[in-house]
């Protein structure tokens, strides 16, 4: 068992700090609202810290889940960041969705600074960080990760290391990718099957044992078919990653057409409202 801190209690990092706990390793938390890590320490015990430089102080992994780039650099490299208290051969694992170039820089400081860097996003949502199933995907040096790999297992299904720093992200931008064309189809098909005067739930039900099956079509098609999106992963969360995502591709010349119009439709389900809605709300401008 490790000693490890978690810097970020949001949806997903107050529940994977919790998991961590309960596999009996001795964890400190921290968090911006200092409110949330004091409930988090009244609900599980452990401590909390005020800053994230005195969390990482005396630890063997310190790991992080918040927003963006920005945020990351913040509980990073900020005048009290995590990385002015890491000691020498430790490992900072990020859970961030953030970009690979702040992952390789984030490596590169911590490489200077004598510690390891992992980034390591994750898929699976609110749910799966709940019930401690998430799938991890990592970037960086293969020993480290070994090292890291039984402690990320705490509240993941699936982890695994993809290459060197930045590795992770990219793999998660793929996921993203796969996912936001996905929907779109699936948005399309139920809102035909609605034009056609059909039972949707019947249609989804015999369609998804077939080729057309998805996670999203298991797992979103009844509530996209009720107009229900007050749960799940955030149309506001989609667009930061699919940003993410069509920066990467001017970079490495990647040609994704059907990601930046989806992009766009996420547009539209913001202006009609639809920042925090679940991303399955791309049906939500079809029906209108
Ligand atoms: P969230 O509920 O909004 O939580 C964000 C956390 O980051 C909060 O603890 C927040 O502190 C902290 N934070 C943000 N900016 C900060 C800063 N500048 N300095 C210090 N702390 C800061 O978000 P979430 O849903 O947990 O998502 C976290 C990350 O996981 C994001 O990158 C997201 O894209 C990714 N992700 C989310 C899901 C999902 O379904 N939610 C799924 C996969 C991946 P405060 O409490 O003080 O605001």
Redesign the pocket.
Known sequence: MAKVAF????????PMARHLKAKGHEVTV????TA?AEQWVSENGGRAAKT?REAAEGQEIVFA????D???R??TL?PDGAFHGMGKGTIFVD????SAEVARELYAAAKDKGFSFIDA??????A??ENGV?TVMCGGDAEVYAKAEPAIMSFARASRLLGPAGSGQLT?MINQICIAGLVQGLAEGIHFGKKAGLDIEAVLEVISKGAAGSWQMENRGKTMNQGKFDF???VD?MR??LSIVLGEARKNGASLPVTALVDQFYADVQKMGGNRWDTSSLIARLDK
């Open positions: 810097l970020g209690l949001g949806v997903m990092g107050y921290y968090n911006r609202t949330k994230p889940c918040v927003g963006n920005d945020d990351l913040q509980v900020g859970h961030t969705t953030a996003p994750v898929s699976g949502g609110q799966g960080a998430l998660k799940g992963f955030a969360w930061k990653d």
